[in-house]
């Protein structure tokens, strides 16, 4: 497995990160190299490298002024806008961190993470107005609420009161300055702390393997509580790297701007690529700029993957990656997108990344498993977060001793190096002795063409122990037969790994970032007895 050693020099036009540096010292190095270079563009707002860094020092001014300092944090609930992305740099800046919220969230899962976090301000797009002020008796540190855009903006104004900034925090690469919470898909969420060290490392080691330099535009697409929006922000800043950033991932808005603005890299996700091959006129726009569209954070099904690589043609890169690693650990590129001879690894994660080793672990023992043994993804990368914010037990359950992340999904490593990633541990259904994990019977089941979306459960089962169900929705203008269905799945798999039973349903139950909650599903199943259903 490659690694990378990350120097102070420039290589040509990819700038290589120091593993001492910090986030601000890259933008001071590019605002003095390149001041009048364009640094980000948001529909019709530009900013120079000169611009920005000048924003960020009076941003940071302005935080100081209000009492935030070092260990503190603030928060944001907007759809993406610049303000978040300064707002972190600032941060950086003045030893806090900014914990960006989940705007998917319920009302009582919002009050949770701003209240968790303990956030002293709180920036609030015009979207969220009403529901932060009917929220704001509720939230705990919050000092003061200031809107961002639209008529009511306070935020240019709080800015624009200071001077900027000229004695930065001396931050040390393990302090955090980006708190990214999980998706709490089995309880409340925990604030991952993504450190100055984690999140360059991140970005050296994603701009070596994807080849992206400081004369690159890389699209931010992804909402900014998510790391495929903020990690890939910074991924181009550390890069000094031009950015794009959309205010929502709008599918035929973000394939016109591919052309417009000559984007080079971007990151989707395999709902919205599933979108995009169906925007009228996709196959007639320009995509001849782009180099890399990465994809991830939920399984691809196969048929919007082969749609994607007809609509796209050879630059895409599946990745896998996770909030607690600062986001992509592994990759599979073009050239396995595009060899038939080894189509089998189109189900795979593909391989770790510079800087990343993956192992397969026994989740009981934590013994090392051979070539093709099921177990659990075990990471071990200088991206790892610093821990969870305020939760030490979580932390050490999460990362071992020496540095080990436990990933919590299952998977194997083939002989070829190459990571297939089964399904979530806890997932996982014993029937008979046989381990079953869903995510391969899922992907048969979505190539069914009566099937528009599907998760697969364990249940009990007397003989078995428990057996696997199919929880399926139909596809537009399709009628699902169960026994069809499960006849189809005879075909393809084990009889053991075969639904026993399929329930249609109208949708599936979803967390605010799209993720199936099985637990959901498996609850009544499992009331009176001994499975958990978290």
């Known amino acids: 497995m490659a690694s990378v050693t990350p120097t102070a020099e420039s290589q040509g036009s990819h700038f ?12 001071r190095k590019h605002s003095s190299e390149r001041p009048d270079d364009e640094a980000l563009r948001f529909g019709e707002v530009v900013r120079t490298w000169a611009e920005l860094d000048d924003r960020v020092r009076r941003l940071a001014s302005a935080l100081r002024a209000e009492g935030i300092g070092p260990g503190d944090r603030v928060a944001v609930l907007d759809l993406n806008h610049p303000s ?4 972190s740099l600032a941060c950086a800046r003045i030893g806090a961190a900014n914990a960006v919220v989940n705007f998917r969230l319920a009302p009582p899962e919002i009050v949770y993470v701003i209240n968790d976090a303990q956030a002293k301000l709180l920036l ?4 969220f107005a009403g529901a932060a002020a009917g929220l704001r008796d509720k939230l705990e540190t919050v000092r003061r609420v200031l809107p961002v855009g639209g008529d009511a903006d306070e935020y240019e104004a709080f800015l624009n009161a200071h001077e900027p900034d000229t004695e930065p925090y001396d931050a040390a690469p393990d302090d955090c300055f980006v708190q990214l919470y999980t998706s709490g898909t089995t309880g409340f969420p925990k604030g991952a702390m993504l450190t100055h060290a984690g999140m360059l490392a991140h970005a050296a080691h994603v701009a070596a393997d994807f080849e992206l330099r400081r004369d690159d535009v890389v699209q931010v697409a992804m909402p900014l509580f998510h790391v495929g929006g903020t990690s890939y922000a910074f991924l181009a800043l550390a890069q000094g790297a031009r950015i794009v950033m959309a205010r929502m991932p709008d599918p035929a808005a973000l394939l016109d701007m591919v052309a417009a603005e000559g984007i080079t890299h971007t990151f989707w996700v395999p709902a919205l690529m599933g979108a995009m091959t169906q925007v009228p006129g996709a196959a007639d726009r320009d995509y001849s700029s782009m180099r890399a569209i990465s994809y991830g954070a939920s399984p691809m099904p196969l048929p919007v993957l082969r749609a994607s690589l007809e609509l796209f043609g050879p630059r895409l890169h599946q990745v896998y990656g996770m909030t607690e690693a600062c986001g992509v650990v592994t990759s599979l590129g073009p050239e396995d997108h595009a060899d038939p001879a ?9 391989t770790p990344i510079s800087g ?15 070539t093709d043994e099921p177990g659990e993804i075990w990471v071990l990368t200088d991206q790892l977060m610093s821990g969870y914010w305020q939760k030490p037990e979580a932390t050490a359950a999460a ?30 259904i014993v029937s008979g002795g046989e381990n079953v994990y869903p995510a391969e019977i899922e992907r048969v089941l979505a190539e069914h063409p009566s099937v528009g979306d599907v998760a697969v459960i364990g249940v009990p089962d007397e003989r078995w122990g428990e057996v696997p169900k199919a929880c399926v929705v139909a596809a537009r203008g399709a ?17 053991f790994k075969c639904p026993k039973t399929v329930d249609v349903l109208d949708e599936l139950p979803r967390n605010p970032t799209g993720k199936i909650l099985k637990k959901d599903l498996r609850a009544p199943h499992w009331v009176g007895r001994e499975r958990s259903t978290v």
């Open 16 to 27: 290589v990160i120091d593993p001492n540096s910090t986030v601000s010292s890259l933008l």
């Open 84 to 87: 978040c992305l300064e707002l």
């Open 124 to 127: 609030v797009g015009p979207e």
């Open 342 to 350: 080894v189509a089998h690894r189109l189900v795979s994660a593909g």
């Open 356 to 370: 990343v080793t993956i192992e397969v672990r026994d989740p009981a023992t934590g013994e090392r498993l051979g």
């Open 399 to 428: 990362v071992t001793a020496d540095g080990w992340l436990r990933s919590g999904d299952g998977g194997h490593i083939d002989a070829d190096g190459y990571v297939f990633i089964t399904d979530r541990i806890k997932d996982m």
């Open 479 to 495: 009628t699902v037969d169960p026994e069809a269905l499960i006849a189809y799945a005879r075909e393809h798999l084990a009889s």
